[in-house]
Every structure is written in structure tokens, then in C-alpha cells.
């Protein structure tokens, strides 16, 4: 037993140092999981911006309908999308699919698992200690609670070994495997947020072009309905409907200046993944370069959620 | 969108800002509502050039879909041979535990 014991040391020791020496950068589990965040406020702000478009198309669409109700009436088939559902789910589908790669890239480097795994081990650990004890095992051999302890740490020691090894192995050639799509994803989303119109009003592209077209057409809509009505609305009513016309004017710039933000953070995430990549290969910490991209993200967030209440 | 449609979209968003303009700076009357309903007309013209615009890009994400799912999956592979792991070692407590058990019940049986 003695000769068993000291052959754990050894191994023991060896492990140890093979652990601290070829583990991934600590860094990681902490940059991974904010960078999964980072993800998925950014891709679900992509997912605003269309939904911001789509809502106020079909606005403006009623707006259209009530100003021109007297003269057009009412038919079902004018009732339209600005996107395809086909279109707009191919794009929800990928982003769908980005976030989770995050997530599952979050979870399989998290320390999660190694404490998951110390927890399973410590159980191991009293499952050998409760044998040891009994009678039986006692006649048959005999083993100190140090023995079990060592024993115990080595078997976490050497399972933490293979957990780390695997991911040192496969993680910087995924994350690496995926710079051309996250990449390419931002590129063509920033390619569907597109620009405003200059301001000549030529120029535009994209969903920027598109929801600056449908907040103009917003105003249009409304000038025409107050000048309709606006002899048979009492002075509150009619002061109401003159305000929005300031409010939709505004409304444009900040919508449109909320897309381009969009746009800017996707840029960011591709530079974010990128440094992802450093920080698996070198032990380099980005987690505020991160955090701040969060934040950016959680503002934009908040300002498509309030745009929407609005409408 | 390539620069020939990209001049096209242009025209009509200049036109369309042209009406618009027109529109805010005329007085109610029935050259007003006409200057509406052309807006109207070109703005359609400009969501079809935007929606095209658009919709030509769809298939690039169909296929970037792919790379993203590929290597997710690998991920997903590499979690499950973690998870596998971190199971061997339930695996070993309960082959302990049997051991335990086994042994109090042969003592019963042999001692």
C-alpha cells in the first residue's frame, strides 16, 4: 500500500504541474461569458432593427389607409410586410444560430464544469472513504483518510488535466474556424442596415433608407389627416395631432442614429472576436473591452424597446 | 445592390424627397393631395428597390448558416466529451458504492 501510495504522488505531482503549465488562459473564463453577452445583445438588437422597420411600415400603412379610408375604402390585400417572412427568418435563423454558438462557446469554457467536476470528485472521494471503513474492506486492505485524500485529489487533478487539455486543444481552433463567419455576418448585416439619405435626400440604402422613408411618409400621412380634419377637431385634439408632427421629426433622427449604432456594434463584435482569439492563445484579459460593448449594446436595446412602446 | 440599381434608388429617393418637400410647403387643397399621392407612388417605388435590395442578400445568410451550425456542432461535441467526463467520475462513485454494498452483504454471507 505504502509503494501505492507514494506512485500517487508522484503521478500526483507530475499532474499538478502539467495542469498549471498547459491549462487555458484563466482569462478565458472570464472573457468567454461576456463575450457570449456581448453576442446576443448584439444580435438581438439586429433582430430590433428589423422589427423596428416592420412596425413602423405597418404603421405608416394604417396612417395611409385612414388618411385615403374616404376615398380608397377598405381591401384585405392591402394589408402588406416591408420583408418577406422567407427573408427576414433566414436572418433570424443565423442569428438565432450565432447566439448559440456563444452560449454553447460560454458553456464549454466556463469553470462551471471543473467545479461541477471537483463536486462529483469530492463524492468519490467520501464514496472511497465510506468503503474504506467498513469491515469487510478493512480484512481485505487497509487505507488511510490521507491515503483516500490523495488519492481523490489526484483523480480531480488528472480529470481537470483532460478537461483543460481538450479545450486548450479544440477551443483556439474553433473560435479561429469561426472568424470568417461572425466576420461575414457583420458585414452583411451592416450591408441590411445600409445609410440614411443624405441631405439631399439621395443615398440611402438598407433599413436606414427604409424607416427614414417611412417616418417622412409618417408626417406626410399626418399633415394630410390634420389638414383634412382639422376643422372639425376640438382646439385640444387638433393641438394633439399638430404635436406629434415635431415629435415624428425627432423620432426619425433618433431611430435612424439608433440603426447606425446597431451597425457600429456589429463592427465591434467582429474586433471582439478577434481578441477572443488572443486571449485563448496568449493570457490576454479584454474582459472591459467587453463590458463596454455591453453596455453600448444594453443602451441600443433599451432605445428599440422604447422606440416601440412609443409606436 | 449594384451602382446601376443603386443610381435608380437614388432618382426615385430624390424624387420622392422633391414631392415631400413640395408637399409640406403647399397649401390644403386638391395640388396638396396630389403631391401626396405621388409621394405615395415613389415611396412604394423606393420599399420594392429596398426590399430587392434586401432580399439579395438572403442567400448569403442561408449559406453562412451552415459554417455557424458546422462548428457549433463541433462545440457541441467537445461539451458532450466534457460532460463525459465529469459523468466518469459518477460513473466510478457508483461503482464504489457497489463495492460498498457488495462487500457488507458477502461479509453476511462468508464471514
Known amino acids: 500500500m505504502r509503494q501505492w501510495i507514494t506512485a500517487w504522488i508522484a503521478v500526483l505531482s507530475g499532474l499538478c504541474l502539467t495542469v498549471s503549465t498547459s491549462c487555458i488562459s484563466p482569462a478565458i473564463h472570464k472573457n468567454v461569458p461576456a463575450f457570449a453577452e456581448a453576442v446576443t445583445i448584439a444580435t438581438e438588437n439586429s433582430k430590433g432593427a428589423f422589427d423596428v422597420v416592420e412596425a413602423k411600415y405597418a404603421d405608416v400603412e394604417a396612417d395611409k389607409l385612414v388618411v385615403n379610408y374616404d376615398t380608397n375604402g377598405f381591401d384585405p390585400r392591402m394589408v402588406k410586410r416591408f420583408l418577406d417572412p422567407e427573408d427576414l427568418n433566414t436572418r433570424l435563423t443565423l442569428l438565432d444560430a450565432l447566439q448559440r454558438y456563444a452560449s454553447t462557446l460560454a458553456d464549454v469554457s466556463s469553470d462551471q ?36 485524500n490523495i488519492a481523490t485529489v489526484a483523480v480531480d487533478a488528472l480529470g481537470r488535466w483532460f478537461i483543460e487539455r481538450k479545450r486548450q486543444q479544440r477551443l483556439p481552433e474553433l473560435i479561429q474556424q469561426m472568424q470568417e463567419p461572425v466576420r461575414r455576418t457583420a458585414e452583411l448585416l451592416q450591408a441590411d442596415i445600409g445609410d440614411a439619405p443624405d441631405i439631399n435626400g439621395a443615398g440611402g440604402r438598407g433599413l436606414r433608407d427604409q424607416l ?18 382639422k376643422d372639425r377637431m376640438d382646439p385640444n ?75 | ?27 390644403p387643397g386638391t395640388e396638396k393631395d396630389r403631391l401626396r399621392h405621388a409621394a405615395d407612388a415613389v415611396s412604394e417605388i423606393v420599399t420594392s428597390l429596398n426590399r430587392e435590395d434586401l432580399k439579395s442578400r438572403s442567400a448569403d445568410f442561408a449559406s453562412l448558416k451552415n459554417d455557424v451550425v458546422l462548428v457549433t456542432k463541433e462545440l457541441t461535441d467537445l461539451q458532450a466529451s466534457i460532460n463525459g467526463i465529469v459523468h466518469d467520475i459518477e460513473i466510478a462513485t457508483s461503482v464504489v458504492q457497489a463495492i460498498d454494498k457488495g462487500l457488507e452483504l458477502g461479509s453476511k454471507f462468508f464471514v
Open chain 1, 113 to 148: 464544469k471543473l467545479q461541477e467536476f471537483d463536486g462529483k470528485t469530492q463524492a468519490f472521494g467520501a464514496a472511497l472513504r465510506a468503503l474504506t471503513t467498513t469491515p469487510a474492506f478493512q480484512k481485505l486492505a487497509s487505507a488511510s483518510n490521507t491515503e483516500i
Open chain 1, 212 to 229: 427614414w422613408l417611412e417616418y417622412t411618409d409618417g408626417l406626410v400621412q399626418e399633415v394630410a389627416f390634420i389638414d383634412k380634419n
Open chain 1, 237 to 311: 385634439s387638433k393641438a394633439a395631432e399638430i404635436r406629434k408632427l415635431p415629435q415624428l421629426v425627432r423620432q426619425r433622427f433618433t431611430a435612424d442614429q439608433t440603426l447606425k449604432q446597431t451597425s457600429e456594434a456589429l463592427a465591434k463584435l467582429v474586433v471582439a472576436h478577434s481578441a477572443l482569439l488572443q486571449a485563448t492563445r496568449t493570457n490576454t484579459d479584454v474582459h472591459a473591452e467587453f463590458s463596454a460593448l455591453i453596455s453600448e449594446g444594453q443602451r441600443i436595446k433599451a432605445f428599440y424597446e422604447s422606440l416601440q412602446k412609443k409606436d
Open chain 2, 1 to 27: 445592390m449594384d451602382s446601376s440599381q443603386q443610381a435608380v434608388h437614388d432618382a426615385f429617393e430624390e424624387l420622392h424627397t422633391a414631392l415631400t418637400n413640395a408637399f409640406f410647403a403647399a397649401s
